[in-house]
């Protein structure tokens, strides 16, 4: 995730390729999803979209059968970026509820602001209001390295 932080895509993908093979073979659930989270950020970096869905479903569904994992924003933020491309206001703000269930590490007060007022315009059936917001938030997540 340090990689990922820093925002180096290449080290990232390097990491991974040597962790996946390991982690898979030891069953260790929470690092497989980190594992497809990163792929799902880095087919979103390189743009995409098709892959990078798949990778962080593919996360959300590991960390599913195991204990509650916390940082699923890792898979939830690509997941949101590609929601809003395509329009799809009810995924994203699907994906946005997730990031504030618990046991979810609490994000940053301001970005934890737009995600809910996401959720909200949404609930509103305020769809292009929940649009912008949600572009506003995909932005705010790329500035704080979240995405």
């Known amino acids: 995730m340090v ?6 895509a290449n080290a ?6 040597r962790l996946l093979p390991l982690v898979t073979r030891e069953k ?16 979103w970096c390189s743009g995409d979209e098709t ?10 569904e590991v960390w599913a059968e195991g204990v509650p994992y ?16 395509c329009k ?23 970005l934890t602001a737009c995600v809910a007022e996401i959720i909200k315009a949404h609930k509103s ?5 929940a649009l912008e917001i949600a572009g506003h938030a995909v932005q705010l997540a790329r500035e704080l390295k979240y995405l």
């Open 88 to 110: 799809d206001v009810s995924a994203a703000a699907k994906y946005s509820q997730q990031l504030l269930d618990p046991p979810q590490q609490p994000l940053p007060p301001e």
């Open 70 to 85: 916390p940082f699923k924003w890792t898979a939830l933020w690509p997941l949101i970026a590609i929601a809003i491309e």
């Open 51 to 60: 892959t990078a869905g798949a990778e962080a479903k593919a996360a959300l």
């Open 28 to 43: 260790m659930t929470d690092y497989i999803g980190v594992a497809r989270a990163t792929l799902g950020w880095i087919a």
């Open 3 to 8: 990689e990922r932080v820093r925002q180096n």
């Open 125 to 129: 059936a305020q769809e292009k209001e």
């Open 12 to 17: 990232a993908g390097r990491a991974v390729k």
